[in-house]
Nanobody
Framework: EVQLVESGGGLVQPGGALNLSCSASGFPFSIAMMSWVRQAPGKEVECVSVLYPTLQSPYYADSVKGRFTASRDHTEKTLYLQLTSLKTEDTAMYYC???????????RGQGTQVTVSP
């Protein structure tokens, strides 16, 4: 059974930082394209970052480039997303996804809420 479990969200002030994690199981993580996506209330899903199974640098959406850093640990089967210089518009539910989210949104977890508010 494919399982993706996100954690690390919370409430933070503008300019703050958070570290998200996603624990994966039930599929070949080490060769899988993985993504971070987010969805704000009333808005469409946004592809935030794509992580390749190789050493190729991750893809970042323009909206987060230079502020978010994505990484993966094949031994731990875990994805990470470091969020810095957070803005109110970063408020959303964040999900990890077994997919290249530039093409499609695949299987994702239950999400972790990030709220950026003064």
């Amino acid at each position: 059974e494919v399982q993706l479990v996100e954690s690390g969200g919370g409430l933070v002030q503008p300019g703050g930082a958070l570290n998200l994690s996603c624990s994966a199981s039930g599929f070949p993580f080490s060769i899988a394209m993985m993504s971070w996506v987010r969805q704000a209330p009333g808005k469409e899903v946004e592809c935030v970052s794509v992580l390749y199974p190789t050493l190729q640098s991750p893809y970042y959406a323009d909206s987060v480039k230079g502020r978010f850093t994505a990484s993966r640990d094949h031994t731990e089967k875990t994805l990470y997303l470091q969020l810095t210089s957070l803005k109110t518009e970063d408020t959303a539910m964040y999900y990890c996804s077994w997919s290249d989210c530039r093409q499609s949104i695949g299987t994702r977890g239950q999400g972790t809420q990030v709220t950026v508010s003064p």
